[in-house]
């Protein structure tokens, strides 16, 4: 077998690691419907590449007896490896605890914002066809919430949000047979505490802040 051998077994490994990696950057940010699909295709037949080409290394070793055989298998553990190592990064960030977690429910499309433990947080626009995903970080201080962007997809226009109880904002707050319930509702506002004239409140569906303490 000859050097050239070793070129076209890693060009196309390469050419679908490359592409699996972009892909999965870029989930973090932008998700779709048909990205399963697309993740679907790539591994199946990148998979089936990366096979074929170790029992072409095995191969191609038994007759130079060279560790150079396997560098076309080498190439692919390579983005394995990589492929890995973001995954668990991006699901750390993804999965962190939550401190606060608020919804708008839009009809056809939502926007969540996930405020992490840690300081930092996930705002996601979107619907079930796919979403886009906003990262940045915050503080919090009694009920005022300072982003570090004043700017967020055209929903958020403010960098600071206040979470207020409210009494029965909607119809729905309100039990059958009469009985008030409180609803905790993230609303933005601008440097003054004044609330902003904007549709996008948030209804909040998780506080944790009283495990903290």
Known sequence: ???NDKIWRIIPLTVFGTWFT???????????????IIFLF??????????WTIRKDIQEYKQSKTLTSYLPTMTGLAFILTILGLHLYQDSKTNSPTLIRAFYDG???GFSI???????YIMANGSGLGQSCFYGSYTIKDS????????IDNVISTNKLVIRTITNIFQQDTIEGGDTTYTDWIF??????????TDFHFRVTDDNRLKQK
């Not at 972009?22 to 989930?27: A, G, I, N, Q």
């Open 114 to 120: 996930d405020l992490k433990e840690n300081g930092n």
């Open 188 to 197: 933005q506002i601008d440097r003054n505490g004044k609330e902003l004239n």
């Open 42 to 51: 790539i591994v199946v037949i990148g998979f089936s590449i990366f096979i």
């Open 1 to 3: 077998m000859t050097p």
């Open 144 to 151: 005022i919430v300072t982003l570090d962007k004043s700017n």
């Open 22 to 36: 972009y892909k999965l950057y870029k989930s973090a940010s932008e998700d779709f419907f048909f990205d399963g």
């Open 107 to 109: 009809g056809y499309n």
